[in-house]
């Protein structure tokens, strides 16, 4: 299995936060967006095998988790997420 190369980090800072509440409607914001880059770069190194990049798409499945959920709890207490 390839490895991902460490953590991704927190994919919800106060950063993050006020990034996507400062976009437009129409504009995209992937908090994830590094672990999926590393998912698409893992598949054109190994010519498509989605099995030699299990961990990174592992690791973009687990970011998304842990933004939808911050950002779950935060629209809960009434914020802007």
């Known amino acids: 299995m390839a490895s991902t190369g460490g953590n991704t980090g927190e994919p919800w800072t106060a950063e993050t936060k006020s990034k996507f509440d400062g976009k437009d409607r129409s ?3 992937d908090p ?8 698409i770069r893992c598949l054109h190194r ?19 988790k842990i933004w939808i959920e911050k950002r779950r709890i935060e629209s809960k207490r009434g914020g802007n997420a």
């Not at 994830?32 to 998912?39: F, H, L």
């Open 27 to 29: 504009e995209f914001l």
């Open 46 to 64: 190994n010519q498509g095998d989605r099995t030699m990049c299990s961990d990174y798409f592992q690791a973009y499945r687990d970011c998304k």
């Open 32 to 39: 994830c967006q590094e672990a999926a880059t590393k998912s």
